[in-house]
C-alpha cells in the first residue's frame, strides 16, 4: 500500500514539475511577443490583417504564448514522464520506449514544419485570392489567420505520425509488414481523402503536398516494421 501512495506522490511531482514548465514556457512566449509573432506572420508577405475585436489581439496572445510554452515545455515534460515510468520497464522496453517518443517527436515536428514553410503559404495566398464575386473583398481577421495556421500545423504533425503508430501496432501483434504491403492502394485513397479534409484549397497540387509525404511515411513503415511482426498475424487474416 505505501508503494502505491509513494508512486502516487511521484506522479504528481511530475505532473506539478511539468505545470511548472508550461507556466515558465508560457511566460517567456508571452515576453517575446515580438520574435514569436514575427515568426507567425512570416506566411503573410506583404498582406495585412483586420482586428475587429477589442479583446481579440490580446486573447491571441495568451492563445499563442499557451501553445508556444507547451511546445517550449514539451521536452522536459516528456522527460520526466519517462523517468517515472522508466523504474518498470525492462531494459528492452526502455529502448522501445525512448525510440517511440523521440521517433514520434521528430515526425511531429517534421509535419509541423512542412506546414508552415510550405502548405500553410499555399493554402493561404489561395484562400485569400479566391472570390465569389468582385463586389466581396477578402479582409482577414487575426483569429481566423491564427486559428488556421495552429489547426493545420496539429493536423499536419498528426498525420506525419503514421511510422510511429504502426510500428507501435506491430510491437503488439496487431499489424504485419504483408497487410501493409497488401493494402497500398486503400491507404493511398484514404490519405488522399484526410489530405483533402485537411487543406482548405482542394487544389491537386497542393493534395498532392500533402498526399505525397505522408504515403512515403507508410511506405518507411513498411521497411521499419521487424520481420518477426509477420509471424504474429496470419498472411491471410
Known amino acids: 500500500m505505501n508503494s502505491f501512495w509513494d508512486h502516487l506522490d511521484e506522479l504528481r511531482t511530475v505532473l506539478l514539475k511539468s505545470l511548472c514548465a508550461w507556466v515558465t514556457g508560457t511566460l517567456a512566449a508571452f515576453c517575446c511577443k515580438d520574435w514569436v509573432f514575427a515568426a507567425l506572420m512570416r506566411p503573410l508577405g506583404t498582406r495585412t490583417l483586420i482586428n475587429i475585436d477589442v479583446t481579440a489581439q490580446f486573447m491571441t496572445h495568451i492563445q499563442v504564448s499557451l501553445c508556444v510554452g507547451f511546445v ?78 495552429l489547426v493545420l500545423s496539429v493536423l499536419m504533425g498528426l498525420l506525419f505520425q503514421v511510422p510511429v503508430v504502426t510500428w507501435l501496432l506491430s510491437r503488439l501483434g496487431l499489424l504485419s509488414r504483408e497487410h501493409l504491403k497488401r493494402y497500398r492502394g486503400h491507404v493511398f485513397v484514404a490519405i488522399l481523402i484526410l489530405a483533402a479534409l485537411v487543406t ?23 521497411l521499419i516494421i521487424p520481420r518477426r511482426a509477420l509471424d504474429k498475424v496470419p498472411a491471410d487474416s
Request: proline share 7%.
Open 72 to 149: 517550449v515545455a514539451l521536452p522536459l515534460m516528456v522527460w520526466w514522464l519517462y523517468g517515472f515510468v522508466a523504474p518498470g520497464l525492462y531494459a528492452s522496453e526502455k529502448h522501445t520506449a525512448v525510440l517511440f517518443v523521440l521517433g514520434s517527436v521528430l515526425l511531429f515536428a517534421a509535419g509541423v514544419a512542412l506546414n508552415y514553410f510550405l502548405i500553410f503559404p499555399l493554402a493561404f495566398r489561395f484562400l485569400t485570392d479566391y472570390q465569389v464575386s468582385p463586389a466581396v473583398v477578402n479582409t482577414i481577421s487575426l483569429g481566423s489567420y491564427i486559428s488556421l495556421l
Open 200 to 222: 482548405p484549397t482542394g487544389d491537386p497540387f497542393t493534395l498532392l503536398l500533402v498526399t505525397l509525404p505522408v504515403y512515403a511515411l507508410y511506405e518507411l513503415s513498411i
